[in-house]
């Protein structure tokens, strides 16, 4: 073992030893902690978020966009206010209050932070931004598509390993045996070499066990990336799906729409708050989508591409039609 991995295990923070985690490494709480937390932040760098902060002697001046989406992805709104005797903006968890003519709209709102809390009046020191025009919030998603691609990532692990073994289910009546199995099974699921021993000369016996399933091992992975790529056509984001039959202009157009409708809606109201906060608060927030994901900028500049393709097109078609006529003139 290394030094550098010698020092790392002895750093390790948390009770657990490092190889104890290694070894709980394909379970389903595992695999749904890693997607989690890759999920939650693959939703943090959804929206470019510009002018919010700025880094003074070392230290961000305002609101980092990552504490902004965190805050909405959780909750599904935030407060964005100043804190006492201080003049840069920040963004707080809140809870509302105070009733108006309509059951989700609030006059007042508690704010919290690890060093503050405290009570603003909303849009006259403190502005709401909205994860969705009904507040409902990101991490519903997270935690929907981390549970089925830990389920998916589970199944894929079991039917790799299983498929080194095509023999039945090994069973111990004594201590040695049951430990002499369990340290076949672990080199199986490392890929060493391995053999049951059987110290007391009893037999282990094997139950029959069919491993096969309905699904082969390639069909489990596509499933796997399927999942993936239908997370981000729930939240709006244009995902390429494998189908066997031909896709029409018209369905893919209709795709889309939808995928515009779930976007947009999350997109205006970030727009919304920045043009709230820059004319009560003075500074300049803006916030847009990424170029990848910028569907109308992208169908712009496809329309701009055919358009100077169509124009060349009709230039070319005019030039040869007029030598067409010169040569008919000159033939007279």
Same mark, same amino acid.
């Given at each position: 073992m290394s030094y550098y991995l010698e020092n790392l295990i002895s750093n390790y923070n948390g009770k657990d030893n490092i190889i104890e985690h290694d070894l709980d490494a394909c379970t389903y709480p595992a695999y749904y902690r890693f997607w989690t937390n890759e999920l939650f932040e693959r939703l943090t760098r959804l929206f470019v978020w510009e002018n919010t902060y700025e880094i003074v002697d070392g230290k961000i001046i305002g609101v980092d966009p990552k504490e902004i989406e965190s805050?909405?992805?959780l909750r599904g709104f935030a407060a964005v206010s100043k804190l006492p005797n201080e003049e840069d903006l920040t963004i707080f968890f809140a809870s509302m209050f105070g009733p108006t003519k309509y059951f989700d709209e609030w006059k007042q709102v508690n704010i919290h932070c690890p060093i503050y809390a405290g009570t603003r009046t909303i849009d006259k020191d403190a502005i709401i931004i909205n994860n969705t025009r009904i507040r409902n919030p990101s991490y519903m998603y997270v935690h929907h598509y981390a549970t089925l691609l830990a389920h998916a990532e589970v199944t894929l692990v079991d039917m790799m390993v299983d498929?080194? *073994?095509?023999g039945g289910v090994p069973i111990a009546r004594t201590q040695k045996q049951f430990e002499s199995i369990r340290a076949y099974q672990n080199k199986r699921f490392y890929g060493k070499y391995g053999v049951?021993?059987?110290m007391g000369g009893l037999g282990v016996d094997y139950a029959g066990s069919d491993r096969k399933t309905s699904q082969s091992i390639l069909e489990v992975l596509e499933a796997r990336n399927k999942l993936i790529r239908?997370?981000?056509? @729930?939240?709006?984001?244009? +995902? +390429?799906?494998?189908? /066997?039959?031909?896709?029409?202009?018209?369905?893919i157009d209709g795709n889309d729409s939808l995928l515009k409708f779930n976007i947009s809606d999350m997109?205006?109201?970030?727009? #919304? +708050?920045?043009? /709230? #906060?820059?004319?009560?608060?003075?500074?300049?927030?803006?916030v847009r989508l990424p170029e990848e994901i910028d569907y109308d900028k992208i169908e712009e500049e496809e329309k701009m591409e055919v358009n100077r393709f169509e124009n060349s097109s009709q230039l070319?078609? /005019? =030039? =040869? *039609? *007029? *030598? @067409?006529?010169? /040569?008919?003139?000159e033939d007279i």
């Open positions: 805050r909405l992805i498929a080194r *073994d095509n049951v021993t059987d239908s997370f981000y056509s @729930d939240i709006g984001i244009r +995902a +390429a799906f494998e189908k /066997k039959s031909n896709v029409n202009s018209l369905e997109l205006d109201q970030r727009k #919304l +708050a920045c043009e /709230k #906060l820059n004319s009560l608060f003075g500074v300049n927030w803006s070319e078609n /005019k =030039e =040869e *039609d *007029d *030598d @067409d006529a010169s /040569k008919s003139e």
